[in-house]
């Protein structure tokens, strides 16, 4: 896509959705879109390569999560793959601390690549599994904020996020148009987990069908030192 459309496109669907770009903010999306392009190639990040697509899928999407995010919070994006939301919430909020989390090695290095070649700060890419990471003192309810976008069913989720997250503080998990089975499947794991559901936001995407609910999950107390359970087990076994 040829820059001047590029940047016309992505700010006039992030005005649909309440959200000023900058010229520069668009700069930078435009030069994180040909690095996942790119890198695409040698690994595999996305299945989705239209630059339209990439700007409405996963550009406009990853940034309708910003009117949740309190100012200057500290946010952990769990399982954030190619860097969603994570990347493009800090290329509209600079004021946000971000660790992107992620348990495959060759994403973290495209992750700083593009932390980089963007030039972000207060932002890390960690390589971990949630399970493993949310046993460190460093990381353990530590986050104003946990965010996720279409890593696992609800219970499972829960169980990886809520461990980061400070008391008082939200998980907003990202998901897919069909969610009234998962919220059902999760109030075991919400009560074990100390959380409860605060508020749930349906809508489509711009210029699109694409459904989407948005799940923002309150954390009323500290979570019991036994979650997460061991690498593997909450989603081989999920609470209920």
Known sequence: MEYNEF???????????????TDKQAIKFYE??????????????????NPKDVIIKHFIDSITIEKYLPKDASI?????????????????????????MDSLNKRINFLNEVIDKIDLQSIKAVHSRAEELAKNKQFREKYDVATSRAVAPLNVLLEYMLPFVKVGGYCICMKGSNIDEEVKNAKGALKILKGEIEEVQSFNLPESDY????????????????????????????LV
């Open 7 to 21: 940047i016309n496109n992505l700010k006039n669907n992030a005005k649909k959705i309440n959200v000023d770009i």
């Open 32 to 49: 994180y879109m040909n690095v996942l392009l790119e890198w695409n190639e040698k690994i595999n990040l996305t299945a989705i390569t």
């Open 76 to 100: 952990i994006d769990i399982g954030t793959g190619a860097g969603f939301p994570g990347i493009p919430v800090k290329i509209i909020r600079d004021d946000l601390s971000i660790t992107l």
């Open 211 to 238: 459904g989407r609910n948005i799940i923002i999950v309150k954390k009323l107390d500290n979570t019991p030192n036994a979650y997460p359970r061991k690498a593997g087990t909450p989603s081989k076994e999920p």
